[in-house]
């Protein structure tokens, strides 16, 4: 069943990569359509364990359908501003989402079922205000499987710091580097450990996610070797992705672990389990399965959108793939710096590609529903 087509394989890939590899399959996109026609309860029927939500996808959602009409018509015509109302139907669009996986989440014991909103892109590099929105979102939703994304940007981690020593759930998205991913790591613990020595003893109910992107890092340095040139360097391309998230695995796996954290551990904290995001290929030769098949392992999260879903459910390889070679990975990671390309700079320029993708996505929307509510009042 799971190795073959159809239906049955895809159930079959999806609950074998939780119950054989321990890595939770989570699906990247929401719709009203899906919350009001089933789809998404059929996907949590295939094995989908959570949802993650961006600017981008709202806006692509609100602007392809009249789904969402009546109620912003309602909203509007009350006398809510359009921003209001804006986080309305997200909220709407949100909650829908936390019924539908609420039973995961209580079937994995807190671990998984989780749904994932973002804080407004606008305030990426503003801690105090990062804090206030995070707190707004979890205070408005107040449902145990809400994940707040906060972006892991350097204003970003005192802000998921303090959101932990809460006891908030926290998603860190626009991960891009290994060096990132270690401050992100080590404002979850300190941000656990601050709560514990404040007297909350009892950390369990405290979940986060690390998400580490993936496919847009080898569309920045494909686009950097090409300008090399050099036979040598365009052997690797399509490499760094898969080779930066495995070191960072590997990171992962020497955090939680040891004395510090089995002290947090022993008062219920869970890890904070690496996610791998933006897994669609970009490069079409490239396999529409490649950043999905070469990063399964356990205590991991890999959020699809629904076409590299349904792709893995067809033909993806099921074998643990995340740390097989670590040698490897350094070896890929040390042949392009010696071509010359840093991925510290990298990480910088994409992680400020992310971030303004998402304000353009989350301010355009606005713009549109300003046009839509002045035909509506």
């Keep these: 069943m799971r190795d073959g087509t159809g239906g049955g394989a895809m159930i079959g890939r999806l609950a074998a990569l939780n119950e054989e590899h321990q890595q939770s399959p989570w699906l990247d996109n929401l719709r009203r359509g899906w919350l009001t026609g089933g789809e998404l309860d059929q996907w949590v029927q295939r094995g989908i364990r959570g949802l993650t939500s961006n600017p981008s996808i709202f806006q692509k959602a609100i602007e392809s359908s009249d789904d969402y009409d009546e109620q912003f018509g309602d909203l509007v015509r009350s006398g809510d501003s359009v921003d209001s109302a804006y986080w309305q139907l997200v909220t709407s669009d949100i909650s829908g989402a936390l019924s539908a996986l609420g039973p995961v989440h209580a079937s994995s014991g807190g671990t998984d079922g989780f749904v994932s909103v973002e804080v407004d892109p606008a305030l990426a590099h503003d801690t105090d205000a990062t804090v206030r929105a995070a707190r707004q979102l979890h205070e408005t939703i107040a449902r145990p499987n809400l994940m707040v994304k906060i972006p892991g940007t350097a204003e970003g981690l005192p802000a998921i710091k303090q959101m932990i020593a809460r006891g908030h759930s926290i998603n860190v998205t626009l991960i891009f580097s290994v060096a990132r991913y270690e401050q992100v790591a080590e404002a979850y613990v300190s941000g656990l450990e601050d709560r514990a020595a404040a007297g909350e003893t009892d950390l369990r109910g405290i979940a986060s996610v690390a998400s580490f992107f ?7 340095v494909d686009r950097r070797l090409d300008a090399v040139g050099t036979q040598s360097a365009l052997a690797l391309r399509g490499r760094t992705a898969v080779a930066q998230a495995q070191a960072a695995y590997g990171r992962f ?36 399965t490649l950043y999905v098949d070469e990063l399964i392992g356990p205590r991991t999260v890999n959020t699809m959108p629904d076409d590299t879903l349904a792709a893995f459910c067809d033909h ?7 740390d097989a070679d670590q040698a490897a990975a350094r070896y890929v990671l040390d042949a392009v710096a010696s071509h010359g390309i840093d991925l510290d700079d990298v990480a910088a320029t994409l992680e400020a590609q992310g971030v303004a993708a998402f304000a353009k996505s989350f301010d355009e929307l606005l713009v549109s529903l300003e046009s839509k509510a002045d035909v509506l009042v």
């Design 214 to 220: 993936v496919s847009r890092t080898d569309t920045e």
């Design 316 to 322: 993806g390889k099921l074998r643990r793939t995340v």
């Design 253 to 288: 796996a020497e955090i939680f672990s040891g004395p510090r954290w089995e002290a947090l551990e022993a008062l219920g904290a869970q890890c904070q389990r690496p996610l791998w995001a933006s897994t669609s290929t970009k490069n079409p030769a490239y396999p529409d």
